[in-house]
């Protein structure tokens, strides 16, 4: 048995461990993403952020029993507000800083925003106002369609993205970009290497997560911070590389790949999040909290109000990227102080 001092140290060296695996597996996605262009290169990077996602979500629910019924939800709602008003406003900042104004494919960025708010009503509002079952929870078949229709909906924005209408997603200016956007594409070896490379990080970081949960939610606690706090701290680790390499885009000029990156997660986080969660937890009977809060409610309204407009015209500047980072600002601040 580990004495205080030994759990400690061992608590340090597996959160290195596991920021380092995370960015490792994002490396790995970036190789294979590189190999097979755009906008599949997004596409395996958001898949490959969400398997984590999921996979973090799913252990520490099966583990924490009715404790956890809402972590899904917490999980989920923090992907999007982080994605949309903290990495888009970043990448909309910085971009806007370095290059004044930035375009992007108008077609590609409503199709984007218009899935999302499918998704995010259906999935975390809608539970609240049905009838057969009180709110904020599903009945089980409420909940085998909210996951049919969240596949269906993800699945055919994949299919729009990746073949109907490719060149939605396209960078819109070829030239743009720095010398790395040009580099030339790894081998047939080095990208089979990094996709097994990539499904062992994808492995070890659910171990990783799953050891580190406990003293995450002991720290909430100890912090006296609301335990939706958790669920916040497990989108950010696991959305960190990508909104990293989101922010570089734009810093670079390729905003449409920045946008690609941002709103991808967003969707991959909840189109593969819920059908994934409701499936198991109807098999287990476990119960399952979908319906956000008032407060919260209000907050993703705002954050879906404001992103439309923000990407209605094909052009941003600093002012978009100063609204939705003062939203993330304002949904930090009130999970902290509800």
């Known amino acids: ?25 994002v490396h790995h996605a970036e190789v294979v993403a590189h190999r097979i262009g755009e906008p599949f290169g997004t596409l395996v990077l958001a898949v490959a952020v969400t398997v984590i996602e999921v996979a973090l ?25 982080i994605v949309c008003t903290g990495i888009v406003g970043l990448c909309l900042l910085l971009g806007g800083i370095r290059h004044r104004e930035q375009d992007f494919h108008l077609q590609g960025a409503t199709s984007a925003m ?15 106002y049905t009838s057969s079952q009180p709110g904020p929870a599903w009945s089980q078949p409420q909940l085998a369609f909210s996951g049919f229709a969240a596949l269906v909906l993800y699945g055919m924005f994949v299919f729009v993205q990746t073949i109907r209408h490719r060149d939605y997603f396209l960078p819109v200016d070829d030239t743009a970009g720095d010398e ?26 659910v171990g990783l997560a799953k050891k580190l949960s406990p003293v995450i939610e002991e720290a909430v606690v100890s912090a006296g911070a609301p335990a939706a706090l958790v669920g916040i701290v497990i989108a950010a680790l696991v959305l960190l590389p990508e909104g990293l390499a989101a922010v570089r885009a734009a810093q670079a000029n390729r905003l449409q790949t920045s946008l690609n990156l941002a709103l991808g997660s967003a969707l991959a986080s909840i189109g593969l999040t819920i059908p994934v969660v409701a499936a198991i937890f109807i098999v287990t009977g476990q119960p399952l909290i979908l319906g956000l809060e008032a407060k919260e409610t209000v907050l993703l309204a705002l954050t879906l109000l404001v992103s439309t407009i923000s990407l209605s015209t094909g052009r941003t500047t600093i002012l978009q990227g100063t609204v939705h980072l003062m939203i993330f600002a304002a949904f930090l601040f009130l999970s902290v102080v509800p």
Not at 64 to 80: E, P, W
């Open 114 to 128: 218009g899935v999302l708010a499918a998704l995010s009503v259906l999935s975390l509002v809608l539970p609240n």
């Open 180 to 205: 790395t956007s040009h580099a030339k594409p790894p081998s047939k070896r080095q990208t089979w290497e990094s996709g097994v490379l990539l499904m062992a990080c994808l492995v070890a970081v």
């Open 57 to 81: 979500i799913v252990s520490v629910m099966i583990s924490g029993g009715a404790a956890k019924a809402a972590l899904a939800r917490d999980t989920v709602f923090s992907a999007i507000m």
């Open 1 to 25: 048995m580990l004495t205080p001092s030994g759990a400690t140290l061992a608590t340090v060296i597996a959160a290195i461990l596991l920021g380092g695996t995370v960015f490792a597996a």
